[in-house]
């Protein structure tokens, strides 16, 4: 039977620090299914679904906090299981850039939450040089399936008015 275990590892940002996690899953027989890498400030953030047998998770959670300790790394784990994603008719991916102020990405996610629409991967930053003091978000949504391709046009550009946003883009694809 297959195990799956969440990983992330977070640190300072420095060549070959990836592959030295990269390795220590390895060493321990683990497969990594899925994986993200983010650099925030002079931090990296690592984070990686992976599997293996009951005997390969265990030694990975035995050996990460060793590890990490010694790449000076802080390490956080947890068992899951991989579950089938409900099918969605209708996703959307939204772009929005607006005004760079406290509580932003809130203000989006409540939006989406009141909504019913489920958030499945964000990104955002704070813009500089030409667009210096702006904001700029994208999400990856699944949106209920009942709702028409214009009614959700509609939903985006009332987030926009309220927002103030100064350019925005949806693209909506239905499976």
């Known amino acids: 039977m297959t195990h799956h275990l969440v990983v992330t ?11 030295e996690v990269a390795r220590q899953v390895t060493d321990c027989g683990c497969n990594i299914v899925d994986s993200r890498l983010g650099i925030f ?10 599997s293996g047998s009951w005997n390969q998770i265990t030694r990975l ?8 300790q010694s790449q000076a790394l802080i390490t956080m784990m947890k068992r899951t299981q991989v579950l089938s994603q409900p099918s969605y008719a209708l996703s959307a991916d939204v772009e929005l850039v607006v005004t760079d102020r406290p509580g932003i990405v809130n203000r989006c996610t409540q939006f989406f939450s009141d909504c019913g629409w489920d ?20 999400f990856q949504l699944n949106l209920p ?24 883009s949806l693209r909506l694809k239905r499976k």
């Open 9 to 19: 590892a977070i640190g300072e940002n420095r060549a070959g620090i990836v592959n």
């Open 41 to 50: 400030g002079n931090e990296f953030t690592f984070i990686l679904l992976l």
């Open 61 to 68: 959670e035995t050996t990460l906090p060793l590890f990490g």
């Open 119 to 138: 958030i499945q991967a964000m990104q955002s930053q704070t813009l500089a040089g030409r667009e210096s003091g702006k904001f700029q978000a994208h």
């Open 145 to 168: 399936e009942q709702l028409t391709d214009g009614e959700a046009e509609d939903t985006v550009i009332r987030l926009c008015r309220e927002l103030e946003c100064e350019r925005h």
